[in-house]
């Protein structure tokens, strides 16, 4: 006997990411024709992200899209996981594109070039409030999706990008040192890596299924163990299937007596729900000595695999 319980949270606000990739886009090219003008690597550089936050977010819209299919026979758990690896593209090609510009960036060094200060100055200015739009418009979605928030962070690394451009233009025009450029690039890389790391760390995370991160298994055994007719449980998984959309299945057995086993699974589910805002359960229960009886009948017939033919 078993117990199911399937909720569904709010889908990705599908409106802000088209804006966002409509600014996006469209500035992006106005940026590397800017850059390849006045000869930044910076703000090539500073492109070079636009274009992976246009990335970014077409990815993200598309794996919105995908989420949105219903379950079907090949995918019963649906589509949800395109969100996930959405986030772990996005993260991929940000790494891409970091190790890329601190390659130039070195290269840079040894064979420094004119650079045009009061263009990079005038297009980091514009790329700097396109980037804080697209950030506000996305912030309080990050919070609740993964995928939103590997767009998310496309766009805030490169606002940072973005500053990091300024003041280099800025500089350069006044000292005329031109090897600014190059260190703006080089900072703009190594400020991004590490949150990129973040973002690969976490969809990894959910595509090994491994337990949400700021829940403790333990304690959630510990409640489902606490309810009233509960004598023990085993095979206890949790898992999510993408952001905010977590799954657990558990084996249940219960005390002798327990006449309404309905109101055991009923009393469960809902403090999962509520407790633990678990929105996918499955409960199964098992009598006394189901399990170890399944055990030994499985060690049997790893002893003799020829058990049963002919």
């Known amino acids: 006997m078993a117990a199911h319980d399937h909720s569904h949270g709010a889908a990705a606000p599908e409106n802000r990411l088209w804006i966002a990739l409509a600014l996006t886009g469209t500035f992006l090219v106005v940026e590397a024709i800017a ?99 697209a950030m506000r418009l ?10 939103v928030k590997g767009a998310y962070l496309e766009v805030w690394a490169d606002m940072v990008g973005s500053i990091g451009v300024i003041v280099g233009a800025i500089v350069i025009y006044f000292t005329g040192w031109q090897w600014v450029d190059s260190l703006v690039a080089i900072a703009i890389g190594f400020w991004v890596v590490p949150r990129t790391w973040s973002l690969l760390s976490d969809s990894l995370h959910i595509l090994l299924q491994g337990v949400p991160d700021g829940f403790d ?5 510990a409640d489902m163990r606490a309810v ?10 949790f898992w999510a299937l993408t952001s905010g959309r977590n799954v657990l299945t ?34 199964q229960i098992e009598p006394k000595g189901f399990h170890t009886e399944a055990a030994h009948g499985d060690d049997d017939h790893a002893a003799h695999p020829d058990a049963g033919q002919p």
Request: glycine share 6%; charged share 15%; no cysteine.
């Open 35 to 133: 850059g390849f003008i006045s000869g930044s690597l910076a703000l090539l550089s500073d492109a070079a992200h636009m274009l992976t936050d246009a990335l970014a977010l077409a990815v993200s819209l598309a794996a919105v899209r995908f989420a949105k299919r219903a379950a079907d026979t090949r995918r019963t758990f649906g589509y949800h996981r395109f969100e996930i690896l959405a986030a772990l593209f996005n993260a991929v090609l940000l790494f891409l594109v970091a190790f890329y510009i601190l390659y130039e960036a070195i290269q840079r060094f040894r064979n420094p070039g004119e650079v045009a200060s009061l263009t990079m100055l005038v297009v980091a200015t514009l790329g700097l409030i396109i980037n804080l739009i």
């Open 138 to 147: 996305l912030q309080a979605s990050s919070k609740e999706s993964l995928n």
């Open 217 to 221: 298994l333990s304690q959630i055994d």
């Open 228 to 237: 009233t007719g509960v004598e023990s449980l085993h095979d206890l998984h």
């Open 250 to 283: 558990a084996h249940l057995v219960l005390a002798d007596g327990v006449g309404d086993e309905q109101a055991v699974l009923k009393a469960i589910t809902a403090m999962l729900h509520e407790r633990y805002k678990i929105t996918g359960t499955t409960l």
